[in-house]
RNA sequence: GGUGGAAUGGCCGAGUGGUUGAAGGCGCUGGUCUUGAAAACCAGAAACGGGGAAACUCGUUCGGGGGUUCGAAUCCCUCUUCCACCGCCA
């Protein structure tokens, strides 16, 4: 959510960032509604202030008079509820509107309209050339008797599959090898909740808009399965007001995701890129209202990913993500892409998000300054690794000619000291 | 699932129809005292929104929503959450 009185005094600046990030939303139309509302509510306001006045004087008064100061508040009452009736209705529209204005993106983020339009900033590592024919991870996968999408398909519908003996095994040695490296770097590891309620969908800005893509439990628990762990960590200190030298507060969420994927029928279809269940190691920070201080921490949750697919040798290349690909509250985001064999190209493995204030100001997440004053929090996010979708450039790029894989040498640990995974 | 109890400010907690935005305590800020700190004492301070250049002013908020009333933290309905006990289950 943005700031409602900033929104006045600039609605240039929001209409261009409507613009930028080729969001429906009409600033003008919202900004009439705002007058209305206010006006409404003045008017309210007045006949209550009429009314609070009332009730001081009438426990003072006595007989006839005391019975004309009722008799005259009835009215007032009546004219009351007439127009907070009013009030109620338009401030509904409102408050269901202001939840659809985006934030105003940093110059930073580039013009375009969708992903083909992100901007590349850097490279790392070789594109590997092999001098054999190399497979797929699904052939792979099926070859070593490592992954089974087949039965993952039979038992649980299109976009899911089984990992297996190595393969799960090499799933769970990334993740843990991910989540020492980020506890090694101060972060705090949270195990969060996977099922969150409503409030925690909308402070962290996916409701409204993103109800298609969340798997909901039925009406008689009504609430949702998590996309990501930054829904549970970010809405951790909900509702909280923090201490200025808490801050910043740096989590990891270990958790399952899961994503309905819904229009996204035909794409992506064969292996492991888009499925409906994975795991991820999330890092979210929580810090201070200053956009320098927020460009630090991007910056450093950028770098811990960075360093870990680094640690993994696997190639990649950091995008800027173009206005038309970012999101309503981001103001700044950077995928990184990991290289992948059988795809020829960068397919998107971690997304590196600075919201400023939009999702603490929802999460209603603030903290007291040293000159004792409330501010809201800012808050950001990135991946660290997420599997099984990086499981692809990993069995990919450490095959054999011979169909076996190699194991990455800071995996070897977490896989019984073993270096390599071969049909058995 | 059943029965009973509860939800008040940063925290704890008093408050059962009118001057209660709310006693008291803790914590916080400033001051006195002290070489400094602690203790003690004095003083200050809720959040959110509207109007205003400002001083200031108006409104809202006692878990959420609805109702009764001229007037609700207080009475009624409803939902949510928490606690206790019982039942069931991992």
């Excluded at 599959?161 to 980020?182: C, E, I, M, P, S």
């Excluded at 509702?239 to 029928?265: H, Q």
């Amino acid at each position: 959510m943005i700031d409602l009185k900033d929104l006045r005094e600039n609605p240039d600046r929001y209409k261009a960032a409507v613009a930028k990030k080729r969001v429906n939303f009409d600033i003008d139309a919202f900004l009439k509604l705002d007058e209305e509302v206010r006006l409404l509510k003045n008017e309210t306001e007045t006949l209550r202030a009429a009314q609070n006045a009332a009730s001081k004087e009438i426990p003072k008064l006595q007989g006839d008079e005391k019975q004309a100061k009722i008799a005259e508040m009835k009215q007032v009452a009546d004219k009351l509820k007439a127009s907070s009736d009013k009030l109620v209705v338009s401030e509904e529209e409102w408050k269901r509107l202001r939840l659809f204005i985006p934030s105003i993106p940093l110059d930073a983020v580039p013009e375009g309209k969708d992903d083909s339009e992100n901007v590349e900033i850097r490279k790392w590592g070789e594109i590997p050339s092999f001098s054999f024919t190399p497979k797929s991870h699904i052939e792979l996968g099926n070859d070593l008797d490592i992954v089974d999408i087949e039965r993952g398909v039979k038992i649980a519908g299109s976009r899911n599959y089984f990992l297996k003996g190595d393969g799960a095994l090499l799933q769970h040695a990334v993740l843990n090898y991910t989540r020492d490296f980020l506890i090694e770097r101060g972060f705090t590891l949270l195990d969060p909740p996977h099922i969150v309620n409503y409030e925690a969908m909308e402070g962290t800005s996916y409701f409204p808009g993103g109800e298609e893509q969340a798997y909901k439990l039925d009406e008689r628990d009504n609430k949702y399965l998590i996309g990501t762990s930054e829904v549970s960590l970010t809405s951790y200190h909900m509702d909280e007001i923090l201490d200025a030298s808490e801050l910043p507060k740096k989590y990891i969420g270990y958790s399952p995701c899961y994503r309905r994927e819904a229009g996204t029928y035909g794409k992506d279809t064969a292996g492991l890129y888009r499925i409906h269940q994975f795991y991820k190691v999330e890092q979210v920070v929580i810090c201070k209202n200053d956009p320098a201080e927020s460009a630090k921490h991007h910056a450093e949750i950028l770098k811990n990913a960075e360093d870990l697919i680094q640690s993994l040798n696997i190639p990649y290349r950091v995008v800027d993500v173009c206005g038309g690909d970012i999101g309503m509250g981001q103001v700044y985001k950077n995928d990184i892409e990991s290289w992948m064999p059988s795809r020829d190209s960068y397919g998107e493995t971690h997304s590196c998000s600075t919201f400023h204030d939009f999702q603490a100001r929802r999460l209603n997440l603030r903290y007291r300054d040293t000159d004792g004053n409330l501010h809201i929090c800012h808050t950001l996010n990135n991946t660290c690794i997420a599997s099984p979708r990086i499981l692809i450039s990993l069995l990919e790029l450490n095959q054999n000619e011979d169909g076996s894989v190699n194991i990455p040498e800071p995996l070897q640990s977490y896989m019984g000291g073993r270096t390599r995974i071969s049909k058995s």
